[in-house]
């Protein structure tokens, strides 16, 4: 069973960058699909990026296309999710996730992080 622990939040202007890490511990990263979600006070967890096992193809939202960017390093068993531009209603908890199978943009995936807070202010 893999372990995920994100780390980067934090508080952040608005047009400001943050980068987030999800650190993976007991499984091999490179046997996951990856994927960030994020999830705002009274709204439901939502799809933010995602990652197949070898990186070479990537997946985002809309609502963060051209702004953040998921990578991974199977070497590190680390995936990152960076943003710029950001705006306040980035603000949320955000979370890595991991997946055995194909990439999903829904929350079915298998094992989830604590998760990380980003607050935007404006």
């Known amino acids: 069973q893999v372990q995920l622990v994100e780390s980067g939040g934090g508080l952040v202007q608005a047009g400001g960058s943050l980068r987030l890490s999800c650190a993976a511990s007991?499984?091999?990263?490179?046997?996951?699909?990856m994927g960030w979600f994020r999830q705002a006070p009274g709204k439901e967890r939502e799809f933010v990026a995602a990652?197949?096992?070898?990186?070479?193809?990537?997946y985002a939202a809309d609502s963060v296309k051209g702004r953040f960017t998921i990578s991974r390093d199977n070497a590190k068993n680390t995936v990152y999710l960076q943003m710029t531009s950001l705006k306040p209603e980035d603000t949320a908890v955000y979370y890595c996730?991991?997946?055995?199978?194909?990439?999903?943009?829904?929350?079915?995936?298998?094992?989830w992080g604590q998760g990380t807070q980003v607050t935007v202010s404006s």
């Open positions: 007991g499984g091999t990263l490179s046997s996951y699909v």
């Open positions: 990652i197949t096992r070898s990186g070479t193809s990537i």
């Open positions: 996730a991991a997946r055995l199978g194909l990439v999903m943009t829904s929350t079915s995936y298998d094992y």
